[in-house]
Nanobody
Framework: QVQLVESGGGLVQAGGSLRLSCAAS????????MGWFRQAPGKEREFVAA?????????????RYADSVKGRFTISRDNAKNTVYLQMTSLKPEDTAVYYC?????????????????????WGQGTQVTVSS
C-alpha cells in the first residue's frame, strides 16, 4: 500500500514557475514508477510526466513527457526522501488544472507504458494549479 500526498500548487501568473511535490509513504518507494497527471474542469484526466523507479542514472531509467509540457516541465525523484517532484516553468493559462501524483509498481524498461493512466494503482488527492493570464 502506498499513500501519496501532493503539495506546492497555487496561483501564479503566466510565465511563472511552480514546483509540485509528492510525498509517498512506505519503505518501497524505489520499487514504484511515478507519474503526474492533471485534470482541468470538464476534461478528462491527462498524462503530464512520468519517471521510472530508479529515475535517471548511469544504470538506466527514463522519463516521459506529454508534448504540451516538453521543454517546460521536469520530473525528478529523490528515493531517499520518498518524494517525486514536478518543476513547472513558463506556465500558461492552459496549464490550469488539478495535478495528481500516481504510483505503479513497475520495473520494466518499456517506459512508454508509463504514459497510460490505467496502469497506475495509487493516486494522491491532487493539488490545484491556477495560471492567470
Amino acid at each position: 500500500q502506498v499513500q501519496l500526498v501532493e503539495s506546492g500548487g497555487g496561483l501564479v501568473q503566466a510565465g511563472g514557475s511552480l514546483r509540485l511535490s509528492c510525498a509517498a509513504s512506505g519503505r518501497t518507494f524505489s520499487s514504484y514508477a511515478m507519474g503526474w497527471f492533471r485534470q482541468a474542469p470538464g476534461k478528462e484526466r491527462e498524462f503530464v510526466a512520468a519517471i521510472s523507479q530508479s529515475g535517471i542514472s548511469q544504470s538506466g531509467g527514463s522519463t516521459r513527457y506529454a508534448d504540451s509540457v516538453k521543454g517546460r516541465f521536469t520530473i525528478s525523484r529523490d528515493n531517499a526522501k520518498n518524494t517525486v517532484y514536478l518543476q513547472m516553468t513558463s506556465l500558461k493559462p492552459e496549464d490550469t488544472a488539478v495535478y495528481y501524483c500516481a504510483a505503479v509498481r513497475y520495473s520494466g524498461t518499456v517506459y512508454d507504458i508509463l504514459t497510460r493512466r490505467v496502469i497506475y494503482d495509487y493516486w494522491g488527492q491532487g493539488t490545484q494549479v491556477t495560471v492567470s493570464s
